[in-house]
């Protein structure tokens, strides 16, 4: 697929992110939006997977271990095929299957999370899994770098790192804010990439906005072999609508109707400039 039409899909799982939150009145936008690329790169070029077919025995496996950042992944999903984009907007409602927290009741959900730390735990069994069984698929992991402060995730990755696991691809979202303020004001986790360096991790830095940037990364975690990879995404909290950008008071708020006119403007606006620059 060719970066054009990824930020048009990127663009679209935005604006679910948005839709969805704000008809739920709670959620958080913020660390949704700045993972939006790589959850748009992973489900629609690199994870061997099948709408049609979630259940399919050998797919690649996704563990959302920063489960509060849902809006993402339930857009991305239902922009991918899986369910109806439609239902985005029953976020949180009583009834919906769409919940605050991924549940493995939904189509292309490998894994429930809530509790953070707990879905990278999750994904190294898979990923050991996969290799007691002699099984190609690959497991991807997404973490959060205010997430990573806690302790359980640095047991998994020494297990990681000390089993082999070159299919296990773990991702952090380093967009350098947590609920409370700067990761590094919190509890620092730096240096991330040396921590996971020394629990024999492959590292890679890349631009979390930048797809040429993502395919190379993704490239390169396919090819290490004898060791997991962790891909360090430098990314931007609120990415994509003006007043969240950069704001860690968009971390776990919906926006009211006033301001969901405006991020959906700039989604807008974003749309005709991807329209304009396919016509040209």
Request: aromatic residues 8%; negative net charge.
């Amino acid at each position: 697929m060719n970066n054009l039409e990824l930020r048009r899909h990127a663009n679209d799982v935005r604006k679910g992110i948005i839709t969805g939150v704000h008809s739920a009145k709670a959620g958080h936008p913020g660390g949704s939006l700045s993972a939006a690329d790589v959850f748009t790169f992973l489900y629609f070029e690199e994870m061997n997977i099948d709408p049609k077919n979630p259940q399919m025995e050998d797919r690649d496996r996704f563990v959302l271990s920063k489960g509060h950042t849902a809006p993402g992944l339930y857009s991305a999903l239902a922009n991918r095929g899986f369910f109806p984009v439609e239902d985005l907007t029953t976020l949180r409602k009583l009834g919906s299957y769409l919940q605050g927290h991924p549940n493995l009741h939904i189509p292309g959900v490998d894994m429930a999370s809530g509790s953070l730390g707990q879905g990278i735990s999750a994904a190294v069994g898979m990923a050991l899994g996969a290799k007691m069984d002699h099984r190609d698929f690959r497991t991807y992991v997404l973490c959060g770098d205010g997430e990573i402060e806690e302790g359980q995730v640095w047991e998994a990755a020494m297990f990681a790192g000390h089993r082999k696991l070159d299919n296990l691809c773990v991702i952090v979202d380093n967009n350098g804010l947590q609920i409370d303020g700067p990761i590094d004001q919190v509890c620092s986790p730096y240096p991330i990439d040396k921590k996971f360096e020394a629990f024999n991790f492959h590292v890679i830095h890349v631009d979390a906005h930048d797809f040429d940037a993502l395919r190379a990364a993704f490239g390169e975690a396919r090819a290490t072999k004898g060791m997991p990879t962790c891909i360090l995404l430098h990314s931007l909290k609120g990415k994509g609508v003006s007043f969240m950008e950069g704001s860690v008071d968009w971390h776990g708020k919906a926006p009211n109707d006033a301001e969901y006119e405006i991020a959906m403007a700039d989604l807008d606006r974003i749309e005709k400039a991807l329209e304009k620059e396919g016509e040209a």
